[in-house]
């Protein structure tokens, strides 16, 4: 069984805040106290948790971090920003999955009983956002990153999906595309209405009326942006680019186009969203939208630690710019020598 604080208080005959307060180093504590204190720590062989450093000091000094799971294409890169960004503030951080469902929720509502982690970043996993709208309500700072375009009640950083949109569909009418198929996310998820948006707006801006049947459904899957190219192919539908909504469709969309004989970027033009490092790797090389995933990340923790800290300057929502990567499968790129 492990060794908690209330033991090493009950071994020196001290209170729990005591024993707190000798290991933050803190309170007015005589050095016999302390001594004791300390003899008790060392013959149990406690290790203290950070909510009994904090206890004293009323913080853990550390952020706890829900997320779906780490497999999902970005979820990584931005994992890596908060842990850089919280490191130079000098917290820690506690990472939460969704993977079990409703088991993973309890595990997070213990770990907000216990006061584990002073506040909490949120990438949601699908069906959370009420459960974590409760927990900012019952007064734990929370900020969402927010990659599917929900806009909470409560703190959020997100990317410029309709802006993201409109870049797409600027950069294929430039190079003289004007029959796009558009390969969208899940329709539930607002930042596919607004990557669809802003790219079927730039095109009405141009004078280009968008086929109707050239907009076809492929969740951010790899399967489903091969699909998507397969069922055009199939029903007729003319095409000489295609908008994917993110990376790993755009992926499939590149296999499907080259299965069915067709060149890329001389018959179709292909553009993906979120610059994951996949992109790089696809034949041609892959021109998307990127999103500042990095940024995200680092603005969430920022934006996180004045509202832990009671700033007044605590912003309630940030928007982060996207921006254009061309690559092969929009422009003809040079050999590599």
């Given at each position: 069984?492990?060794?908690t604080?209330?033991?090493?208080?009950?071994?020196?005959?001290?209170?729990?805040?005591?024993v707190?307060?000798?290991?933050?180093?803190?309170?007015e504590?005589t050095?016999?106290?302390?001594?004791?204190?300390?003899?008790?720590?060392?013959?149990?062989?406690?290790?203290?948790?950070?909510?009994?450093?904090?206890l004293?000091r009323?913080?853990?000094?550390?952020?706890?971090?829900?997320?779906?799971?780490?497999?999902?294409?970005?979820?990584?890169?931005?994992?890596?920003?908060?842990?850089d960004t919280?490191?130079?503030e000098g917290?820690?951080?506690?990472?939460?999955?969704?993977?079990?469902?409703?088991?993973?929720?309890?595990?997070?509502?213990?770990?907000?009983?216990?006061?584990?982690?002073?506040?909490?970043l949120?990438?949601?996993?699908e069906?959370?956002?009420?459960y974590?709208?409760?927990?900012?309500?019952?007064?734990?700072?929370?900020?969402?990153?927010?990659?599917?375009?929900?806009?909470?009640?409560?703190?959020?950083?997100?990317?410029?999906?309709?802006?993201?949109?409109?870049q797409a569909?600027?950069?294929?009418?430039?190079?003289?595309?004007?029959?796009?198929?558009i390969?969208?996310?899940?329709?539930g998820?607002?930042?596919?209405?607004?990557?669809?948006?802003?790219f079927?707006?730039?095109?009405?801006?141009?004078?280009?009326?968008?086929?109707?049947?050239g907009?076809?459904?492929?969740?951010?899957?790899?399967?489903?942006?091969r699909?998507a190219?397969?069922?055009?192919?199939?029903?007729?539908?003319?095409?000489?680019?295609?908008?994917?909504?993110?990376?790993?469709?755009?992926?499939?969309?590149?296999?499907?186009?080259?299965?069915?004989?067709?060149?890329?970027?001389?018959?179709?033009?292909?553009?993906?969203?979120?610059?994951v490092e996949?992109?790089?790797?696809?034949?041609?090389?892959?021109?998307?939208?990127?999103?500042?995933?990095?940024?995200?990340?680092e603005?969430a923790v920022r934006?996180?630690?004045?509202?832990?800290?009671g700033?007044p300057?605590a912003?309630?929502?940030?928007?982060?710019?996207?921006?254009l990567?061309v690559?092969?499968?929009?422009v003809d790129?040079p050999?590599?020598?």
């Open positions: 069984m492990a060794i604080i209330a033991d090493v208080a009950t071994r020196a005959g001290v209170s729990k805040t005591t707190s307060r000798v290991l933050n180093g803190k309170g504590i050095e016999t106290t302390v001594v004791r204190v300390r003899k008790a720590i060392s013959e149990l062989g406690y290790v203290p948790s950070a909510g009994a450093v904090g004293a009323g913080s853990t000094q550390v952020i706890g971090m829900l997320v779906p799971e780490m497999s999902w294409p970005w979820t990584g890169t931005v994992v890596q920003a908060v842990v919280l490191e130079r917290f820690g951080m506690r990472l939460l999955t969704g993977n079990r469902g409703e088991e993973s929720l309890r595990r997070l509502g213990v770990q907000v009983a216990a006061k584990s982690f002073d506040g909490l949120v990438i949601e996993p069906g959370t956002l009420g974590i709208a409760e927990l900012h309500a019952s007064g734990l700072p929370v900020v969402l990153i927010d990659d599917r375009g929900h806009r909470p009640g409560f703190p959020y950083v997100e990317t410029m999906n309709r802006e993201g949109g409109e569909a600027r950069h294929l009418l430039e190079i003289g595309r004007r029959r796009p198929l390969v969208t996310g899940p329709e998820y607002g930042c596919t209405q607004e990557r669809l948006a802003g079927v707006d730039a095109f009405t801006e141009a004078g280009v009326t968008l086929d109707e049947r907009i076809s459904s492929g969740g951010f899957l790899f399967e489903g942006g699909a190219v397969q069922r055009a192919l199939a029903d007729g539908v003319g095409f000489d680019a295609v908008f994917a909504h993110n990376d790993a469709s755009a992926a499939g969309v590149v296999v499907g186009l080259r299965e069915a004989g067709l060149e890329i970027p001389r018959d179709v033009a292909v553009v993906g969203f979120d610059d996949l992109a790089s790797y696809t034949y041609p090389a892959l021109t998307t939208i990127r999103q500042p995933m990095r940024e995200m990340g603005s934006m996180l630690l004045e509202h832990v800290r700033s300057r912003a309630a929502s940030c928007s982060l710019a996207t921006s990567v690559r092969g499968t929009t790129q050999a590599p020598s």
